[in-house]
């Protein structure tokens, strides 16, 4: 990666971060794995960026095609309508930059066969993690408690993301087994639109979307992956975007004692140990002594996040909510979860399976069955 | 602009937005013109994105050729480099999208025919402005005010964009003639990055740049423009972003009565008229009465911005420094601008022109002429 001054090196730009500071050692990105789950309008987006960021290897998750209606997000041209996305995506993306290496994986992970075969393509021969990162941009409850499951067995660190049916709010949540919230432990968290939902749901499954906030999703996710994995600035645990009001609201999310997935628990007894041992206490010190040398000397020091093992709530810019005053989201047992902070809501009932969910729909009488799992479907596609 | 629910359908996610109620008339896009300035890594973004969005006519300005040294950003490919970046735009644009009228401008505006031939091309045949929005996507504060002064003349409303040469913070601005401060109201107002910028000084003029930050900002100018051209949500009129705290400031900057541009003075003049105006009295009477009737019907009703001439300052997220307290930036005479709001910092130092500040570069005696022009480039190259 050549860092030369000159208009034909596609790098100069990026070479330029570490010579101004910014980055200590930016070329390391030419070693690193990045898996993005989902080709839609923010998956695509993030695997360009990652692409023209000289990504070393690059892997690939979609069982859908191109289709015309995708073309008012970024990324797919109306000539690749049919083709498969990720066949879509490797054929631009080779064109774009051939320096990175392209996997690609055409099938549904919420499968039986699926769900191993995408387990596999996360390790190298020998059953060990291979990818530095994965990237969740797929559009249903099934598949995000899929790469859950996933990295929870693998203990992979893995960032997810949203955009609301309105197409005008989104987010993006780190996940480190054991560390952070699992995506199982309290229920997901969108930023709150102020529209009202039974207007979505009353219009069935065809849910808005804007290339603006795809893209900003997208550039926020790409951004904090740039962040985890180069170790500058600081690592957002969750970030909102509401464009309505241009609202941010960031947060942590601390893992839940009680949480449904056992393996979960397992894994934060041996955060927690990692944490106690005399070997972190003393890595954890002699960081602490770096940090405060690099503050001294720098007002603004790059934070790695992954020394940062305190596992605690802020709410930052999202205030607690009157109701309560709760911030402390995931320290409860499962099922009983707070007020979220204000800006934010659930995007599901509390405490309840999709399954439960699907089953409370049967029991509605209201309205036929066929809508309502329409409507669960058109819920769990933010 | 059809709304059917079909895979062929391009707009159909986009007129979901209508029958969801976030945007009351989504087809009005296609009677409107946007002109975007400068078709970098924020420009090229914001055209690709109106022209997925189905904008009815685009204006493309640049006077540059598409370098390799330009692919760690969106929209270019490298079989494109030599070309000059409107007519490599336009070849990507209407493969995209042929509904959009695309017309490309190749001259550089802050030449004397080019400052000219910029104004006529906003106009029609009979010199009445043709244009519904100006992005400014330029990187240098020459170009920022010709779009300025032009805007001016022309009673023109625009948007302004930029981002940082470390490539870790933007931002966008609303500019309203004689509503909003004009860009020679005040100083331009920059994120902190919190980055020694001697560093950044002493390398020299390769900015670094990151295809999520531009990314990201394109998106939020974008965003602001539909809500502006849309009349929904709110259209915020500065917000910043700082990617290493994830830190997105919002303000309102009032217009300087002591603006060293007297055309923005006449302009207020203008806007106060209007706001004085029994008509305008009885408009804003019968708007307040509306939204209040929207507001009790529907918790957020989409609010348009034009119907609000309050022209106050309200620094939002952004707390004002403890420095004086002062915030109500813009509301001082020219050179004497006070404290920014806390994250946000001049550009440029207070109440100087770039033609000063080129007069102090060259009486320093520490370094040559030649670095200190190319300090003050690259200090103008956001």
């Not at 054929?91 to 919420?110: H, K, M, R, W, Y």
Request: net charge negative.
């Amino acid at each position: 990666m050549s860092d030369e001054v000159v208009d034909s090196n596609p790098y100069s730009r990026l070479m330029a971060l570490q010579r101004m500071g910014i980055v200590h050692d930016y070329e390391r990105i030419r070693s690193m794995t990045v898996a993005v789950v989902g080709m839609g309008g923010v998956g695509s987006v993030a695997a360009e960026m990652l692409t023209r960021c000289g990504l070393g290897r690059l892997l690939m998750y979609d069982y859908d095609k191109v289709e015309l209606a995708n073309m008012n997000r970024l990324f797919f041209r109306p000539e690749q309508a049919g083709m498969t996305k990720t066949d879509a995506a490797a054929q631009t993306l080779a064109g774009i930059n051939p320096d990175v290496a392209l996997e690609s994986f055409t099938s549904n992970i919420t499968t039986l066969e699926g769900f191993d075969a995408f387990k596999a393509s996360l390790c190298d021969s020998e059953g060990a993690p291979r990818v530095d990162l994965v990237l969740s941009c797929v559009d249903n409850y099934e598949a995000r408690m899929t790469i859950n499951q996933v990295c929870l067995e693998l203990g992979q660190a893995w960032m997810e993301s949203g955009v609301s049916e309105d197409a005008v709010s989104g987010h993006i949540q780190v996940i480190i087994p054991g560390v952070t919230a699992c995506f199982a432990c309290v229920p997901p968290l969108v930023v709150a639109s102020g529209i009202d939902e039974r207007t979505l749901k009353r219009e069935g499954v065809c849910a808005a979307s804007l290339p603006t906030t795809m893209g900003i999703v997208a550039g926020l996710l790409v951004q904090n992956a740039l962040k985890h994995l180069l170790c500058f600035g600081q690592v957002t645990r969750y970030l909102g975007y509401s464009s309505l009001k241009d609202f941010f609201p960031t947060m942590d999310i601390r893992p839940n004692p009680g949480c449904a997935n056992t393996l979960c628990g397992r894994r934060q007894t041996e955060a927690a140990a990692r944490e106690a041992s005399p070997e972190a206490r003393a890595a954890a010190a002699a960081a602490a002594a770096a940090a405060e040398a690099a503050a001294a000397a720098e007002a603004e020091a790059p934070v790695h996040d992954d020394n940062s093992w305190g596992i605690e709530v802020v709410a930052d810019q999202a205030e607690p909510s009157g109701s309560g005053g709760e911030s402390n989201i995931g320290a409860r047992a499962r099922g009983k979860p707070g007020a979220p902070p204000e800006g934010l809501q659930y995007s599901m009932p509390a405490g309840v399976t999709a399954e439960e969910l699907r089953a409370q729909a049967v029991e509605d009488s209201e309205s036929n069955i066929e809508d309502l799992m329409s409507q669960l479907d058109a819920l769990n596609k933010p």
